[in-house]
């Protein structure tokens, strides 16, 4: 019964940080296309763009973040 309890933590954190690295990852994905295409239409935007979509992503990754640390939890706490 000891070894099914540790095979379930360690599959629930692998789930958690790859569920939750999916979707910022994909997310962050788009943000840089869509940064480009701007830039290819309008370059002289540059400075606007680029501030918005570094925040954007900061955004994203604190969700992969959030992930990281709940996985980590259920290896060592749960």
């Known amino acids: 019964m ?7 933590r360690v599959l629930g954190a692998g ?3 790859g569920l939750g690295a999916l979707g910022p990852g994909i ?3 788009l943000l840089g296309m869509g940064a480009m ?5 309008n370059p002289e935007a540059r400075g606007p ?9 900061a955004f994203a990754e604190a969700v ?3 992930a990281l640390i709940v996985a980590i939890l259920l290896i060592f706490v749960a």
């Open 2 to 8: 000891d070894i099914s309890v540790d095979v379930a």
């Open 15 to 17: 789930l958690a940080i």
């Open 27 to 29: 997310g962050i994905g």
């Open 37 to 41: 295409n701007a830039l290819g239409r």
């Open 49 to 57: 763009i680029m501030t918005n979509m570094i925040l954007a992503i």
């Open 64 to 66: 992969a973040i959030y």
